[in-house]
């Protein structure tokens, strides 16, 4: 790479709920070149003249298509980073994406994992590149919505009951949440039209049969609230 070129890229933080642990996983993609060939990273696409995107969304959505495979319920735009000391290479940026899965998704093939998102954070399971930081930066953006939008809901099953609700918005903030707050919460969604009740019900082995949500045609994007969820527990 001659030094006056910048090498720029769309990465993916692409997570799903795991139901055994009831945490996030965040998905990974086998690297088939040099620098770190056959090392762990997240799925990314380089972008320049010669690449077909109209736009950074196009590139991301090629990242999904090419490298993840998956099909997101929700993508946002995180940020950029940048430095000469990021890829050995040279300078370089990333464009980076969040993408929330619902919690059945697959990988496509071999060259695709998903790990605990602890282990990436802790660093117990090295990525190359600043694809860490990248994590933790898009973790924080997560943590940082869920405290006042639906954003977590997306994690969730498509048809979802409370607690798996309150288990997904839980992993987003890391920290327990009252269930009754949350209640609260779906109720006002419900009053606004973004969630609907099936009619249908879960049958767990244990406990009392549990009403199934939805979202509804019209819920676009996050339905946010007029209060802090964390709030909500804190008053509880």
């Known amino acids: ?7 720029a890229s769309v990465d993916l933080i692409a997570l799903r709920m795991d139901a055994e642990s009831r945490g996030l996983h965040v998905l990974l993609h086998r690297r088939e070149r040099e620098p770190f060939l056959n090392q762990w990273a997240l799925p990314g696409v380089i ?6 995107d109209a736009n950074l969304e196009a ?6 298509r090419d490298k993840a495979q998956v099909l997101p319920r929700h993508l946002e735009q995180v940020g950029t980073e940048g430095s000469a000391e990021r890829d050995p290479r040279g300078w370089s940026m990333s464009t980076y994406y969040l993408a929330l899965l619902a919690p059945d998704t697959e990988t496509a093939d ?11 954070l802790d660093g117990r399971l090295a990525l190359p590149f600043d694809h860490r930081q990248l994590v933790r930066l898009s973790i924080e ?3 940082g919505k869920s405290v006042y939008t639906s954003l977590p809901l997306y994690l969730a099953p498509p048809r979802f009951t409370v607690l798996e609700a309150l288990n997904a918005a839980q992993a987003c903030l890391g920290t327990t949440i009252n269930n009754t707050s949350l209640r609260k919460r779906l109720e006002k969604m419900k009053d606004a039209g973004w969630i609907r009740d099936t009619g249908e019900k879960n049958f767990p082995k244990m406990g009392r049969p549990q009403q199934l949500w939805e979202l509804t045609d019209q819920a676009e994007g ?5 209060r802090s969820l964390l709030a909500d527990r804190a008053s509880s």
Do not use: C
């Open 141 to 143: 953006r997560l943590a």
């Open 59 to 64: 590139a991301a959505h090629r990242v999904l």
């Open 110 to 120: 071999d060259g695709l994992r998903f790990v605990p998102l602890d282990e990436v």
């Open 222 to 226: 996050v339905f946010v609230f007029d």
């Open 47 to 52: 972008v320049n003249g010669s690449t077909r």
């Open 1 to 7: 790479m001659s030094s006056v070129e910048v090498l």
